[in-house]
């Protein structure tokens, strides 16, 4: 869970979220489900997180943004 996690610290910077103990898990669910990754499959889903990040990166940044007040 959440191995994917410590790439992403520009990516959770730039959208203004701050990863903590208590939103980890929440937001590694938002993730997976955005990404169409069965949770808890981490290599699936860096996989995917990567690839939608070299294609969109504001995209996906912007969505981090949206989902941002759920958790």
Not at 2 to 20: I, P
Not at 23 to 36: S, T, W
Request: aromatic fraction near 12%; glycine fraction near 6%; charge should be positive.
């Amino acid at each position: 869970m959440t191995c994917y996690f410590r790439q992403l610290k520009d990516v959770f910077k730039n959208a203004g979220v701050e990863v903590t103990r208590e939103n980890k898990r929440e937001l590694d669910r938002i993730i997976h489900g955005f990404v169409g990754v069965e949770y808890k499959n981490c290599s699936s889903t860096w996989r995917e997180v990567k690839k939608r990040i070299a294609e969109d990166e504001e995209g996906f940044i912007a969505m981090l943004k949206k989902l941002q007040p759920s958790y």
